[in-house]
């Protein structure tokens, strides 16, 4: 069991940008990515990352203006988000696997573990 805490959310303005975080629990775990999910819609693949950090891959609509990274010591995925449009708005979640299933993983189904969300809203 790994618990994950999603932080950084919050209400911006079109064009601004935002840092999410997530820290684990435990320190040992595979893949990560984000994922999101606005009201009505169903949840979509944002980005994603390998252990080491040198794999990443993003959702088209995304690509170019978020920045998946994360910090093995401190045990933190995050996701930079910049140049945020309306369309952003969303509860992002973190995801983990404790193995390895391919560099990134783009599937919900391809993770054991999902924080409760953190709230990012953009203003048009």
């Known amino acids: 069991q790994v618990q994950l805490v999603e932080s950084g959310g919050g209400l911006v303005q079109a064009g601004g940008s935002l840092r999410l975080s997530c820290v684990a629990s435990?320190?040992?775990?595979?893949?990560a990515g984000w994922f999101r999910q606005a009201p009505g819609k169903e949840r979509e693949f944002v980005a994603g990352?390998?252990?080491?950090?040198?794999?990443?891959d993003y959702a088209d609509s995304v690509k170019g203006r978020f920045t998946i990274s994360r910090d093995n010591v401190k045990m933190t995925v995050y996701l930079q988000m910049n140049s945020l449009k309306p369309e952003d708005t969303a509860r992002y979640y973190c995801?983990?696997?404790?193995?390895?299933?391919?560099?990134?993983?783009?599937?919900?189904?391809?993770?054991?573990?999902w924080g409760q969300g953190t709230q990012v809203t953009v203003s048009s």
């Open positions: 435990r320190r040992t775990f595979s893949s």
């Open positions: 990352i390998n252990w080491s950090g040198d794999r990443t």
């Open positions: 995801a983990a696997s404790p193995v390895y299933r391919g560099p990134v993983i783009r599937s919900g189904v391809g993770y054991d573990y």
